[in-house]
């Protein structure tokens, strides 16, 4: 009887353990970011992101690009990320300035204090 109990024992504890390493290993995870236009200077910041996290991961995570308006129209980007439609987006401040103010006062801005 005691080992019926050990083997019962033994084997949950290995399923378990099993179940918990094979879920580690199959955990990849892939976001979504939705652009609108082609490949540019604009969006290297985005392509090289892509890249350091793929390297960095192991290829574990993935940035998936997606451009010409292909998950959402460029207006409504800042929409689509907190309704799950895609996970990263390319965000134009002045689109949405009721719902990103401080992003409206910083596009506006930024390009001056850049300038030599």
């Known amino acids: ?3 019926a109990r050990k083997l019962v024992l ?3 504890a290995g399923a378990l353990t099993f179940g918990f390493a ?6 990849e995870v892939t976001w979504n970011v939705s652009l609108w236009g082609s490949r540019r200077a604009f969006t290297e910041n985005v392509e090289f992101l892509a890249e350091r996290v793929a390297k960095e991961s192991n290829g574990r995570f993935e940035i ?7 998950l959402s129209k460029a207006r409504e980007n800042l929409d689509g990320i907190p ?3 895609f996970e990263m987006a ?8 009721d719902k990103n103010p401080t992003l409206t006062v910083l596009e506006l801005h930024l390009p001056r204090c850049l300038r030599p």
């Open 22 to 27: 094979a879920e580690t290993f199959a955990a």
């Open 83 to 85: 309704i799950g439609a």
């Open 64 to 70: 998936k690009m997606h451009y010409g308006e292909a």
């Open 90 to 97: 390319q965000v134009c401040a002045s689109y949405h300035p």
């Open 10 to 12: 033994a084997a949950t």
């Open 1 to 3: 009887m005691i080992n």
